[in-house]
């Protein structure tokens, strides 16, 4: 068995992609096999007395200071690993040096990216990459990130993934009850955006889309999630003549049940800075599939990746006239509906995260024996 001490900013209960990356990865692996060392975050005590491994949480931050190597290294030598891990590969992973252990890294996308473009820290990246065992990436694009800076890198692909026993679809009567707590009126269709309320995730792109369909009897908008974006998209929601619910913050469960109501998934992500920022991958598009809801989403970093080809359809341009007109070809076509069997089962073949904690932890145990 390999033993491994994983070092991240980013751990449950914190609420976000990486996040929810590592905890559904973690708590899937031999908890005898490895510690998280983390931050303090808000309910982290409670989180930590349920999960099955042991976690140590320091400070707010981790930053490669000597106050935290010198905090790192009590529990690192206590847990005398053959690995460590770092997430994010910057600024944490610069500490690696003071261990004197084989390290490896994990990748999504933005923390490589935008680091890439400032000359220092690009330097930093390269040399953190080339002195690991190799990089986790959580999906193609970071891994193309990866390669950019450092050719010779050695890399697995872990996506981000979906528990199949949360994000399934459910039968037509389950659905139609769904369908009478969530929605205004049963009877319209429903379209769905979920995520954080930022800029490039596109909320504003469905909105816009919105007002050049007046002529969709029908539609019922709902927007889950919340975030810096959300008065600009308070205010552009009022142009809407179609119904716009915002909910902002959800529990899981109740997010779940939008994702197995909806008639279709919008997520018209959009790259930004020009190019600098992209989405990593769109966990979001992969939870409302495997809930049966047929997507709609913008090309931006590693979006096309998550998308089942045989339902759902990528924007080109990514603007609302084109939203609008491919939103109004999927609900006359009367694809919405049928085929929401086979959009699931997609998702769970491909991305079931019981498969990719698997290919993780071989990945790891790959990566320690060369
Ligand atoms: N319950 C609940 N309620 N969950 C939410 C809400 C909410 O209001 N808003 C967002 N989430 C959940 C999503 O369902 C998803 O599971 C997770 O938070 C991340 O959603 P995003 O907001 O879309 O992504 P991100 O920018 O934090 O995540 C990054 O990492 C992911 C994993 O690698 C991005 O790079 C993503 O593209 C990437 O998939």
């Not at 998934?265 to 959009?270: S, T």
Request: a neutral charge.
């Amino acid at each position: 068995m390999i033993r491994h001490v994983l070092v991240t900013n980013d751990f449950l209960p914190k609420v976000g992609g990486i996040q929810a990356y590592l905890g559904e990865i973690y708590s899937r692996l031999d908890p005898q096999s490895f510690l998280v060392i983390t931050t303090r975050v808000p309910g982290c005590e409670e989180f930590d007395r349920d999960f099955p491994a042991p976690i140590v949480r320091l400070g707010k931050r981790l930053l490669p200071t000597p106050a935290t190597v010198r905090e790192l290294a009590g529990p690192i030598a206590e847990f005398s690993p053959d690995l460590l891990v770092y997430d994010p590969i910057v600024p944490i992973g610069v500490t690696r040096d003071a261990f004197k252990i084989p390290y490896a890294l994990i990748a999504h996308g933005a923390e490589v990216r935008v680091p890439a473009y400032l000359p220092g820290l690009r330097a930093q990246l390269r040399r953190t990459i080339q002195g690991s065992r190799g990089v986790i990436a959580a999906g193609g694009y970071p891994a193309e990130e990866v390669r950019k800076l450092v050719p010779e890198a050695r890399i697995v692909v872990v996506p981000p993934g979906i528990d199949p026993e949360r994000f399934c679809e459910v039968d037509e009567s389950r659905r139609a009850s769904l369908r009478r707590t969530w929605m205004q009126d049963p009877e319209r269709t429903l379209v769905l955006f979920v995520s954080r309320l930022v800029p490039r995730k596109g909320a504003d792109t469905l909105l816009r889309a919105m007002v050049g369909i007046e002529s969709i009897q029908g539609l019922e908008v709902h927007v889950v999630g919340d975030g810096r974006d959300r008065r600009r998209l308070d205010r552009l929601a009022m142009a809407v003549s179609s119904p716009v619910v915002f909910h902002g913050r959800l529990d899981e469960e109740a997010k779940i049940e939008l994702y197995q109501a909806a008639d279709v998934f919008v997520f018209p992500a959009r790259d930004r800075w020009l190019g600098v920022e992209q989405e990593g991958f769109g966990i979001v598009i992969l939870e409302a599939q495997a809930c049966g809801t047929p997507a709609i989403i913008g090309v931006s970093g590693g979006t096309p990746e998550a998308l089942v080809p045989s339902s759902g359809q990528l924007l080109r341009r990514g603007d609302p006239a084109e939203l609008a007109a491919v939103l109004r070809t999927m609900v006359d076509s009367a694809r919405l509906g049928s085929g929401r069997r086979a959009t699931s089962a997609y998702v769970r073949e491909h991305f079931d995260y019981d498969q990719l904690s698997k290919a993780y932890g071989s990945a790891l145990r790959a990566l320690v024996n060369g």
